[in-house]
């Protein structure tokens, strides 16, 4: 049986099994396959609560951000000096304001602008991490509100804040940008 044709149907009769066992191994870690009813947790069974949802913003409310965004970036765009702490965000409805903290690596004055577009006003905070409010600012938003704070090293804060963050997104913005003098 060794002739020229004898093992030749064998061989690729094996062959074949190789491959069809390689290619179904190397396909079955690509597969999904379904576990049935998925198991409950012992915390969602006693859940009663649904989980609270978020409201989207329509593409006429995302039109207006982006359009205030621009020019919330253009206001605060005149800022001189090297950036401390910038941040900027949502000035009205669900998930309204922004807060962000760095660490000042040198105490003295510091230069703060503030704007916001799209509403009449808003209010920002700037304070040390972890104490008492060192300035609170009274944005008017028809421009830029500037002035020089004396800042220590350390934690410093700064917050939006909003006084109906239930109310309707307009897609108003508002932001904060804090330079080295």
């Not at 290619?23 to 690509?30: F, I, K, N, R, Y």
């Not at 409201?55 to 950036?83: C, F, H």
């Not at 300035?135 to 350390?154: I, Y």
């Given at each position: 049986m060794s002739g020229h044709g004898g093992t030749g149907p064998i061989r690729n009769a094996a062959t074949a099994?190789?491959?069809?066992?390689?290619?179904?191994?190397?396909?079955?870690?690509?597969t999904y396959e379904d576990a049935g009813d998925p198991v409950q947790t012992a915390t969602a069974e006693h859940s009663s609560r649904p989980a609270p949802s978020v409201p989207t913003k329509g593409p006429e409310i995302l039109d207006a951000e982006k359009r205030n965004y621009a020019e919330l970036e253009k206001r605060l765009g005149t800022a001189q000096g090297s950036v401390v702490l910038e941040d900027s965000g949502p000035a009205d409805g669900p998930g309204v304001g922004f807060s962000k903290t760095v660490k000042v690596a040198t105490a003295g004055r510091y230069a703060v602008a503030a704007a916001c577009v799209g509403l009449p006003n808003a209010q920002i905070l700037i304070s040390v991490a972890g104490s008492t409010q060192l300035r609170s600012l009274?944005?008017?938003?028809?421009?830029?509100?500037?002035?020089?704070?004396?800042?220590?090293?350390?934690?410093?804060?700064?917050?939006?804040?909003?006084h109906d963050p239930s109310g309707p997104w307009t897609g108003a913005v508002a932001g904060v940008r804090i330079t080295a003098e």
């Amino acid at each position: 049986m060794s002739g020229h044709g004898g093992t030749g149907p064998i061989r690729n009769a094996a062959t074949a099994v190789v491959l069809g066992l390689l290619v179904s191994g190397g396909l079955a870690a690509c597969t999904y396959e379904d576990a049935g009813d998925p198991v409950q947790t012992a915390t969602a069974e006693h859940s009663s609560r649904p989980a609270p949802s978020v409201p989207t913003k329509g593409p006429e409310i995302l039109d207006a951000e982006k359009r205030n965004y621009a020019e919330l970036e253009k206001r605060l765009g005149t800022a001189q000096g090297s950036v401390v702490l910038e941040d900027s965000g949502p000035a009205d409805g669900p998930g309204v304001g922004f807060s962000k903290t760095v660490k000042v690596a040198t105490a003295g004055r510091y230069a703060v602008a503030a704007a916001c577009v799209g509403l009449p006003n808003a209010q920002i905070l700037i304070s040390v991490a972890g104490s008492t409010q060192l300035r609170s600012l009274d944005l008017d938003c028809a421009g830029v509100s500037s002035q020089v704070v004396e800042l220590p090293e350390g934690g410093v804060v700064a917050s939006l804040m909003r006084h109906d963050p239930s109310g309707p997104w307009t897609g108003a913005v508002a932001g904060v940008r804090i330079t080295a003098e």
